[in-house]
């Protein structure tokens, strides 16, 4: 079974950049698709973006659309999403996802 571990996250002001790693141990991500979800105090935990590892399609939410980025390291084993002009609203724990299998998740705080 994959293990995946989250890392990249931290307090960053409106405007800023961070890049989110997701990397897999014990199996490869092999063929499928690799997810981002947030999860915010008191809300429920929402779709972020999408990346194929085969072929590397994306897709976004929305909300992030033109701001995140997410792609992938075959060789590492790693997924990551590059988030800019970070806004307030996206404060959440980060986690990555594939086939059921959650990591434990990376704080992003954005905040003057």
């Known amino acids: 079974q994959v293990q995946l571990v989250e890392s990249g996250g931290g307090l960053v002001q409106p405007g800023g950049s961070l890049r989110l790693s997701c990397a897999a141990s014990?199996?490869?991500?092999?063929?499928?698709?690799v997810n981002w979800y947030r999860q915010a105090p008191g809300r429920e935990r929402g779709f972020v973006a999408s990346i194929a590892w085969i072929g590397s399609g994306t897709v976004y939410a929305d909300s992030v659309k033109g701001r995140f980025t997410a792609s992938r390291d075959i060789a590492k084993n790693t997924v990551y999403l590059q988030m800019n002009s970070l806004k307030p609203e996206d404060t959440a724990k980060y986690y990555c996802?594939?086939?059921?299998?959650w990591g434990q998740g990376t704080q992003v705080t954005v905040s003057s």
């Open positions: 014990g199996r490869t991500f092999s063929t499928h698709n």
């Open positions: 996802t594939v086939q059921g299998t």
